[in-house]
């Protein structure tokens, strides 16, 4: 395995400061709230994590498409992890010298003092965030993608309503008090560095891939709100959504306020980063380890899946979003696609098998999820990684549960399940899963060749996530996008990503680079299998895929 390392930097710049006393006993925190927990990491300024804690959140769902969380249980819950982690590792509150987060790119929206009001039908204000898998705003969504704006450029052409402008305008249009009463509109990792600060800097990331912020020109563009019908937040010169935005590893306002140092139980003044958006966490976290970022791509594969390309000049990509100005990497370019439903859309999949209970109950009496379990079973029946792909026989699986992200930009998609008979037998339910896992490498192959149509090669790509841990999962990522896979050394690497930033506003690190080199390191290759049977097999598996596409997208039109 080649290491073509970037080395933009000093490696005697960054001895010396690793070899200084008072950096060598510095630690930074990392804080990932996903979609069901928040959790905490303390790593040392090598990448190590010392410990980690995770606490669960709650997920409000309604009819109509409606998915809401609160923003108090979520801060409760950063701070019950933080001295959870701080607890397991016993460190001093002085021993931390950096914070930074990483949140679901989900709307939290405030009040005066920053009170939580309500976001839908159930009128509770303590669920007062609309959450990035909610399309409540599809109609808004259309809407807006019909004026054509220039501004959509930099989304593939076409805006989600899983961004924020959908939501805002869905917001306005059904309870405009509401909206009118708000004092911010926040993404989620914003919310968290201000709680942290007090600060209302914005993080380029989250107001870049989610709010049509113009990261190059360091402006928004008011004639595209006047025109999608939110002229007040234009009106008004953006105070609500935000005026001073920086770039993650910047550090914000003066760092962690007295209140927050309190409750976190760390010192008041610790350097807090600008946030980034979870997946590109993962992100930092993996791109940099080993490789030249240009032509590693990060594939983040949790809940939804993100992948992450960064590029030197702007590349436009039909479907892609981006791209996005400083959105992962200051002073470089980002495509970012993925699916809505990645892990969420194999746990469906196995949820339809008609013998799901029995399995899933064998599973938790092993104590292991029903995936890794498959996936267990699945490797004990072949000779190698790459021939599980012959376990899926017959079955194909287009897993779009909630719509195409990219490269369709389609959130009307809907999945397909072909070849089904009444077999209840494991046999069965594995192959369902193995087609699953196998799709989703297939709609990741669609996101690099449309890519590499508009000149954004991709040579390798780097894995993180908890839906991705398994060397099977890798394997068959590998095999059905002809790309070698990389793993990194980090247990967490979403978590790292968050710590890296940390040590970059903390000026434990001059810059991303020298951060990202110093705290992540590769540790498993997946190559792509060179048996012509494997590959002809991924190969008609694919077109499959492709057709089915095809037929799903005639029958909902």
Request: a negative charge; charged letters at 20%.
């Amino acid at each position: 395995m080649s290491s073509n390392i970037n080395d933009a930097f000093s490696e005697s710049i960054m001895t010396k400061s690793i070899n200084n006393e008072s950096i060598k006993d510095s630690y930074l925190i990392g804080i990932d709230v996903g979609t069901g927990s928040a959790r905490a990491g303390v790593f040392d300024v090598r990448g190590r994590m010392l410990a980690s804690a995770k606490t669960d959140i709650t997920l409000y769902t309604e009819s109509g498409l409606i998915v809401e969380q609160s923003s108090n249980e979520i801060w409760a819950a950063v701070t019950q992890s933080v001295r959870k982690v701080l607890e397991q590792t016993q460190l001093k509150s002085n021993n931390v010298v950096g914070i930074g987060f990483d949140a679901t790119c989900s709307l939290v929206v405030l009040g005066e003092n920053g009170q939580p009001l309500p976001v839908g039908p159930t009128e509770d204000a303590n669920r007062n965030i609309i959450v990035w898998m909610d399309h409540r705003a599809i109609d808004q969504a259309d809407r807006i993608n019909a004026i054509g704006h220039d501004v959509l450029k930099y989304v593939g052409g076409k805006i989600s309503p899983e961004m924020q402008t959908p939501k805002l305008l869905w917001l306005l249009e059904n309870k405009p008090a509401v909206f009118n009463s708000a004092s911010h509109f926040m993404d989620l990792a914003d919310f968290l560095t201000w709680r942290a600060t007090d600060s209302l800097d914005r993080s380029t990331c989250t107001l870049t891939c989610k709010w049509t912020y113009l990261g190059k020109d360091r402006r928004w563009d008011p004639s595209y709100f006047q025109q999608v019908g939110l002229g007040i937040l234009a009106d008004e010169k953006f105070c609500r959504i935000g005026t001073n935005v920086i770039d993650p590893g910047n550090a914000v306002g003066d760092g962690l306020s007295h209140k927050a140092a309190q409750e976190l139980g760390l010192n008041t003044g610790i350097a807090v980063s600008a946030g980034l958006i979870d997946a590109h966490a993962g992100g930092v976290g993996t791109v940099g380890a080993g490789f030249d970022i240009l032509g590693s791509l990060a594939y983040v594969f949790g809940t939804s899946s993100c992948t992450m390309t960064t590029t030197t000049e702007p590349v436009f990509v039909p479907g892609v979003w981006g791209p996005y100005y400083s959105a992962m990497i200051p002073d470089v370019w980002l495509l970012e696609g993925g699916q809505s439903a990645a892990g969420a859309g194999i746990d469906q999949l196995i949820c339809s098998h008609p013998a799901y209970h029995e399995f899933h109950a064998i599973a938790a009496a092993a104590n292991i999820s029903l995936p890794d379990w498959l996936a267990d079973r699945a490797r004990q029946k072949v000779n190698d990684l790459s021939s599980a792909v012959l376990l899926a026989k017959s079955i194909h699986v287009v897993p779009e549960y909630l719509g195409n992200r990219a490269p369709f930009a389609d959130p009307q998609a809907r999945a397909l399940i072909a070849g089904l008979g009444m077999e209840r037998d494991e046999a069965s339910i594995i192959a369902l899963y193995i087609s699953g896992i196998c799709a989703i490498g297939y709609g990741l192959k669609q996101i690099l060749n449309a890519q590499a149509l508009k000149g954004a090669q991709i040579q390798r790509v780097m894995i993180s996530g908890g839906a991705g841990e398994h060397e099977l999962i890798r394997q068959l990522l590998a095999d059905a996008t002809g790309r070698p896979v990389f793993s990194t050394q980090a247990a967490e690497p979403v978590l790292l990503g968050s710590a890296i930033i940390a040590g970059v506003a903390a000026k434990v690190f001059p810059d991303m680079s020298a951060a990202m080199k110093q705290m992540s390191r590769i540790e498993t290759e997946y190559l792509p299998s060179n048996h012509a049977n494997v590959s002809q097999h991924h190969n008609d598996r694919f077109k499959v895929f492709e057709r089915l596409q095809s037929v799903a997208r005639e029958i909902n039109n």
